[in-house]
């Protein structure tokens, strides 16, 4: 499996790097395209990954300004596009079609190409231009989530609550993230 890993800038690195780390252990081939947005977020929040953090658990990385990479193109196969955290600004990019670097420009060929595309995003409150533009990427194909964590699996930890919120956006990839405890699934 080959999936694209595009990280905006929106707050939640955290959420990134656990996805990266469990494609990673999952032994899937990932191309991440990390935005300018997201390394200035990266820097002003200090405490959390860092970008080597994240380069380093993907296969390949490119470079947001380089719109020749591969994954600017439909005819390079991938299984989808997960962009996680995936900012108000790359949402409205995304919703509208608008293709200036190579992070939205994958979103778009993914689009175009029917595969799957997974926005995670991570902002409250919601305001008005932010719905219209869920519900406009959602029309144009896109799977819509917030990194909402349930609590139903009793998290001890902030690493649990990353874990379920991680294992709920790589199912959308049918893909079983090892731990994931789901809702009822031993009852008789």
């Given at each position: 499996?080959r999936l694209v890993?595009?990280?905006?800038?929106?707050?939640?690195m955290?959420y990134?790097?656990?996805?990266l780390?469990a494609?990673?252990?999952?032994?899937v081939e990932?191309?991440l395209?990390?935005?300018?947005?997201?390394?200035?977020?990266?820097?002003?929040?200090?405490?959390g990954p860092?970008?080597?953090?994240?380069t380093?658990?993907?296969?390949?990385?490119h470079?947001d300004?380089d719109?020749a990479a591969?994954?600017?193109?439909?005819s390079?196969?991938?299984?989808?596009?997960l962009?996680?955290?995936c900012?108000a600004g790359t949402?409205a990019?995304?919703?509208h079609g608008?293709a200036d670097t190579?992070?939205?420009r994958?979103?778009?060929?993914t689009l175009?190409?029917?595969r799957?595309?997974?926005l995670?995003?991570?902002?409250?409150p919601?305001?008005?231009p932010?719905?219209?533009?869920?519900l406009?990427?959602?029309?144009?194909?896109?799977?819509v989530m917030?990194?909402?964590?349930?609590?139903y699996?009793?998290p001890q930890d902030?690493?649990e609550?990353?874990?379920?919120?991680?294992?709920?956006?790589?199912?959308?990839f049918r893909?079983?993230?090892p731990?994931?405890?789901r809702?009822?699934?031993?009852?008789a």
């Amino acid at each position: 499996m080959r999936l694209v890993v595009g990280v905006s800038g929106g707050s939640g690195m955290p959420y990134a790097l656990s996805a990266l780390q469990a494609l990673r252990a999952l032994n899937v081939e990932t191309h991440l395209v990390v935005s300018s947005g997201a390394k200035r977020v990266m820097t002003a929040e200090g405490a959390g990954p860092q970008l080597p953090d994240l380069t380093a658990q993907a296969t390949q990385v490119h470079e947001d300004r380089d719109l020749a990479a591969s994954v600017a193109s439909g005819s390079f196969r991938t299984d989808g596009m997960l962009l996680i955290p995936c900012s108000a600004g790359t949402l409205a990019k995304v919703a509208h079609g608008f293709a200036d670097t190579l992070l939205t420009r994958a979103a778009h060929v993914t689009l175009k190409e029917r595969r799957p595309l997974v926005l995670v995003v991570r902002e409250d409150p919601l305001p008005r231009p932010m719905l219209v533009n869920l519900l406009a990427a959602h029309d144009a194909g896109a799977t819509v989530m917030t990194a909402s964590p349930g609590f139903y699996h009793a998290p001890q930890d902030v690493g649990e609550l990353l874990h379920f919120v991680t294992a709920r956006v790589l199912d959308q990839f049918r893909l079983d993230v090892p731990g994931f405890r789901r809702w009822r699934e031993n009852e008789a």
